[in-house]
């Protein structure tokens, strides 16, 4: 991957990472309700679960790009089209940020799994992968590096977005409960999947 991809990659997974989806809502009610330290389970859990939905996905366009052209050029552009209705669904999104009431007996190994299931069994999570990531693999070098680097940038950008979530506390809610925060923030969001928009149809 080369570096102008990289520094496309990098603030692009970090303003998604940011918007509260659904793995930082998760992060910040179990942050607020049982402490940072006893959330990292799910924490951990969720990160497993995203490097196995980056790997697949990755390997699924490693796949594609071994058979005829059109065949990834086909999932570009319906990965495209995604994404652009991604970004004017952040646009235009008018939800406000809420925390739920999570258990407060829930045992570490069940933390993980939460984690684990709520990145796997998200079908949006899987759809996003799967629209954004052929604007940042290269058909000409090997797969193998290019998903060492992918699964770097998502895994520390998910975890620092998961930190700030479960250890903001009172600060956070404050801060996304006033809608032009989160209004602002998804807008940064909108953009950036614009930008990548254009690179997978480059």
């Known amino acids: ?9 990098i603030p692009t997974i970090a303003a998604v990472s940011l918007t509260p989806g659904m793995c930082m809502t998760l992060a910040f ?13 799910m924490m951990l859990g969720e990160l497993l679960g995203v490097a196995l939905v980056v ?29 652009l209705w991604i970004a004017w669904q952040l646009w235009h999104a008018q939800e406000h940020f809420a925390a739920g009431d999570k258990s407060e007996t829930l045992r ?3 933390l993980l799994l939460l984690g684990f299931t709520t990145a796997v069994m998200n079908p949006k ?9 052929p604007g940042f693999i ?17 895994m520390i950008t998910e975890f620092l977005s998961m930190s700030l979530y479960a250890s903001g506390g009172r600060w956070l809610r404050g801060l996304l409960k006033h809608d032009h925060n989160l209004l ?7 953009v950036m999947m614009l930008c990548v928009t254009g690179l997978v149809l480059i």
């Open 184 to 190: 602002l923030l998804n807008r940064i969001a909108a």
């Open 125 to 133: 999570g899987w759809a996003f992968m799967i629209a954004l990531l």
């Open 29 to 41: 009610t179990l942050g607020l309700s049982i402490g940072y330290r006893r959330t990292l389970p």
């Open 55 to 83: 790997t697949t996905t990755v390997l699924l366009l490693a796949w594609l790009l071994a058979l005829e052209p059109h065949y990834f050029q086909g999932l570009s552009l319906i990965g495209a089209g995604y994404l």
């Open 108 to 110: 570490p190994w069940a």
């Open 1 to 9: 991957m080369s570096e102008q991809l990289l520094l496309i990659l």
């Open 138 to 154: 290269v058909a000409t070098k090997p797969i193998a590096p290019q998903l060492t680097v992918l699964l770097a940038v998502m």
